[in-house]
């Protein structure tokens, strides 16, 4: 049993240098093919369907999110709805590397700043490449969010405005026994009580003056993220000739992946606009 135990932390001990070690990768998108189109410090890529131009630059990652920003000129005789909704990106990888028949595979080890593939920079950590996407991904629709989050802000608002009668009617008892105590000398009990009393009724008011500062500030936090939405975010358009509208696209990041087909709407009909994924060995 002893011996056992030692081997086990042995491993364990191991397992955790190992995971420690991996390396890390900073990760970036870029257009597959250059344009020389800036916007930002962004380069973009760029597609044209029916005249119609369209524009899209990664802006940055959020912890589930990667976020673009999308561009659209319309210089036609007709006007075009944008939705984002209507978004698509489609995920590829490069292949591993052909396997040599007689020879076990080395675990890959890239130099610091080298670029490497998904597959690389899963097996340089030991880990399982997640499969890809069995269908196109879609953007999110901001305006659910943005509903939601101000549905939120006012439920937290209202609960920072609600008067605590409970605690109205602690302090109220504390406050009574203290009146009711003048000029009467109290027994042992009697002083333990009251003391008792007003210590809880001091405790529950700073709780309760805490709950609602945590309310109040949850409030605020949400009505500027359905904000920043509102001010930042590509929502629902109608472009008429000659406009043109810039804004975020959300999507659901994926990390694995060694490109993303973006699939801008216009009209009938999906644009594709092609990106490569970067990962640099920190």
């Known amino acids: 049993m002893r011996l056992f135990t030692q081997r086990s932390l042995q491993v364990l001990a191991v397992a955790g240098l190992a995971t420690a070690c991996a390396p890390t990768y900073q990760l970036a998108l870029k ?10 410090g962004r380069e973009q890529a760029q ?9 899209l630059s990664f802006v940055c990652y959020e912890p589930t999110r990667v976020v673009f920003e999308a561009e659209y000129r319309n210089p036609t005789r007709h ?10 990106y489609e995920a590829t990888r490069l292949p591993a590397p052909a396997a040599v028949p007689g020879v076990k595979p080395r675990r890959p080890k890239p130099l610091p700043g080298a670029e490497v593939t998904a597959w690389t920079a899963a097996a340089s950590a030991s880990l399982p490449l997640p499969a890809l996407p069995p269908r196109p991904v879609a953007a999110f629709d901001p305006e659910p969010e943005i509903t939601a989050l101000h549905d939120r802000a006012e439920s937290e608002a209202a609960k920072a405005a609600r008067i605590d009668w409970f605690g109205v009617a602690l302090g109220v008892a504390s406050l009574a026994t203290d009146v009711a105590s003048l000029g009467k ?13 007003h210590e809880a009724a001091m ?35 109608t472009l008429e000739p000659g406009q043109q509208v810039r804004g975020y696209l959300y999507f659901p990041r994926y990390d694995a992946a060694d490109g993303l087909v973006v699939r801008a709407p216009v009209g009938h009909t999906g644009v594709p606009l092609e ?3 970067v990962r640099k060995r920190q």
Not at 31 to 40: D, G, K
Not at 79 to 88: D, I, K, S
Not at 208 to 232: C, D, F, G, W
Request: glycine share 0%.
């Open 185 to 197: 000398r109290d027994t042992q009990s009697q002083y333990q009580s009251r003391a008792a009393l």
């Open 47 to 55: 597609a044209v369907a029916d005249s119609v131009e369209v524009r």
């Open 79 to 88: 006007a075009l709805v944008v939705e984002p909704a209507a978004f698509r």
């Open 275 to 277: 990106f490569t994924q």
């Open 203 to 237: 405790t529950y008011s700073a709780v309760s003056a805490a709950t609602k500062i945590e309310h109040a500030v949850a409030a605020e936090v949400m009505q500027q993220r359905a904000a920043n939405l509102q001010e930042y975010a590509l929502r629902k358009v």
């Open 31 to 40: 257009p597959a093919r250059a344009t020389n189109l800036f916007v930002e």
